[in-house]
């Protein structure tokens, strides 16, 4: 028998609780009789420092059911830290993190399983092709900052793409071992690579409460995006500082030319137009170059495994030594 465990982060979801175990139950049901492959659940739910009634919700459910462990945070740390957290937990041959607003199906985790199980992928990634449902100006800046990750990023991500996704375990393990303070979970699963099989539904709205996020965390989970896994702005500064000398050298030649024939006085406010231009784009260059090696020391300070191995004849060679 093989083990699926969910886990599930939680921030004031007190009206979601007992109506996502519901959901769960139906989805541990179908696993364990399923045809070839019998699997137990395990359902892993983070408290996130909840100031509501959620954590009381979840220790209820446990007291009568066993495959349900829980975590509760300190204070609200964020789903990225509850994500990990729920990683560090699982015991599950698959393991798959899941909102408790249901926007991410429970009766699809069969489904994924199934896929896996085939043999070909090591994790499905649910991704959603439409939005309706939700704000047109959240959607329309989604859209956008999708585009431009994925023009930025080494990590691979696709527009519409969730936290949920069912992997497994040597996945999770790859996870649990980068252990970066910034995490942007859905740049980390991409960057790590192995093969994933997109499996695309239609947005499903929230079942109940509120959405955590408003305009400025959203913003501020972009930064953390680009910041974590995008070198391009630091590299954005030197090629501007280069722009304006080339232009302030240009614009030089142009009043010396003048000057010179005797034609055009040139006149002071150019001559120092130039000079500002040219030193200001001395500086970016310098600052640029600053920056490079700003970025190296953020790289190696992350301590990434420089390579993940995902097959091998001996267990052994697949260790990062
Ligand atoms: N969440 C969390 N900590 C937070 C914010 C959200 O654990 O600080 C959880 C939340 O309870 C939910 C999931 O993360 O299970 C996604 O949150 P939400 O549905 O508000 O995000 P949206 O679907 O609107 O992007
Ligand atoms: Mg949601």
């Given amino acids: 028998m093989k083990k699926v465990t969910l886990i599930i982060p939680c921030y004031n979801e007190e009206e979601m609780i007992h109506l996502l175990y519901k959901e769960l139950c139906v989805a541990a049901e179908k696993l364990h009789n399923m045809e070839d492959i019998q699997y137990e659940t395990e359902m892993i739910f983070i ?10 919700c979840i220790k209820e459910l446990r ?31 698959y393991a798959a993190v899941m909102d408790a607003d249901m926007q991410d199906p429970p009766s699809l985790v069969p489904e994924m399983v199934k896929i896996i199980e085939s043999g070909d992928y090591d994790s499905v990634a649910a991704r959603r092709v439409s939005r309706k449902g939700e704000m047109v100006i959240r959607s329309c800046f989604a859209r956008l900052f999708y585009k431009i990750m994925n023009k930025m990023l080494d990590s691979d991500i696709k527009d519409g793409a969730r936290d949920f996704r069912l992997m497994k375990r040597e996945m999770v393990q790859v996870i649990i071992e ?47 995006g680009i910041l974590n896994f995008s070198w391009v702005p630091l590299a954005v500064i030197p090629i501007l500082g280069i722009i304006c000398v080339l232009a302030a050298l240009v614009f030089g030649m142009v009043i010396l030319v003048r000057k010179g024939s005797g034609t055009e006085f040139a006149f002071g406010w150019e001559v120092l137009v130039c000079i500002i231009a040219f030193f200001s784009g001395l500086q970016m ?24 191995a995902r097959e091998a004849s001996d267990e052994d060679m697949k260790k990062i030594l």
């Fill in 47 to 56: 408290d996130d420092g909840s100031k509501d009634k959620t954590l009381e």
């Fill in 63 to 93: 007291e009568h059911d066993s495959r349900i462990r829980y975590l509760s945070f300190s204070r609200n740390f964020g789903k990225e830290a509850a994500m990990y957290a729920g990683f560090c937990n699982a015991s599950g041959d």
């Fill in 178 to 224: 980068m252990k970066e303070y910034n995490r942007f979970s859905k740049g980390i699963f991409g960057w790590i690579g192995f093969r994933t099989y997109w499996y695309e539904y239609e947005n499903v709205e929230r079942a109940a409460g509120i959405s955590k996020w408003n305009f400025l965390s959203l913003i501020r989970y972009s930064l953390d």
């Fill in 285 to 308: 260059m310098c600052i640029g170059m600053v920056g490079q090696y700003i970025s190296k020391i953020y790289q190696e300070s992350k301590n990434r495994p420089h390579y993940i």
